[in-house]
């Protein structure tokens, strides 16, 4: 089971880049890192899945080491509207280990 | 997020009571989940259906029954709950069940209280 460490809370400011960075020493060479967004009171969102090396779509980048035992998931320009709780989840095609969510970090934007 | 719907949205009820919480996925996806999500706790995955089948059952009490009649609808039934059972439950849905490498798009969720 490849358990993740995320920091628990950070602050920015809005139009800042902001970077989180999930710890996962343990894994596993068939394990995906996967990271959702969540808002008070709803269902979490997705945000990226990679692998290795460097993922990019319209809202965030991941980026991946070589030795994969981290991940960074980058948000350009932040908003008010990025405050939210951002997980981390490391798992395989293989069962439900990577379905363990955490207790993931919570961004707060600040004018 | 219209791919997943859950209902109610509210849910109160007494200890005795029996009701039920409904979802379903317009996604033609094969794999649907049941999450608990307390106040200030991380989201605990309860069950998992892939193609109707239960394949995860997470050490949840029997007063929670799931029900996965086809792959587009899941239902969660309850019955003697508990005050400590009062929650926000999510649904979620995947393409397929691949555990952590599959995508899961997650429903609104129903906000439970047990009185």
């Known amino acids: 089971l490849a358990k993740t460490t995320q920091p628990i809370s950070m602050d920015s400011y809005e139009g800042q880049e902001v970077n989180i960075t999930c710890s996962h020493n343990n894994i596993a060479t068939n394990d995906y890192i996967t990271w959702y967004q969540q808002f008070p009171s709803q269902g979490p969102r997705f945000i990226i899945q990679g692998y290795k090396t460097k993922v990019t779509n319209e809202v965030a980048s991941l980026f991946i080491p070589a030795d994969r035992k981290s991940s960074t998931l980058s948000l350009p320009r932040v908003s008010l509207s990025d405050t939210a709780v951002y997980y981390c989840l490391v798992g395989d095609r293989g069962g439900a280990d990577g379905l363990t969510f955490g207790k993931g970090t919570h961004l707060i934007i600040q004018p | 997020e219209t791919g997943v719907t859950q209902t109610p949205r509210h849910l109160v009820m007494g200890m005795t009571n029996k009701k039920s919480l409904k979802c379903e996925q317009h996604l033609g996806h094969n794999a649907m989940y049941w999450y608990k999500q307390s106040a200030k706790k991380p989201l605990e995955l309860m069950f998992v259906y892939s193609l109707e089948e239960r394949v995860e059952n997470n050490s949840v009490p029997s007063r929670f029954s799931p029900e996965c009649p086809n792959s587009s609808h899941l239902f969660l039934h309850l019955h003697t709950l508990q005050p400590e059972d009062s929650a926000l439950y999510l649904c979620?849905?995947?393409?397929?069940?691949?555990?952590?490498?599959?995508?899961?798009?997650f429903g609104p969720g129903t906000r439970l209280t047990v009185l």
């Open positions: 979620a849905s995947s393409q397929d069940y691949r555990g952590g490498a599959d995508t899961q798009y």
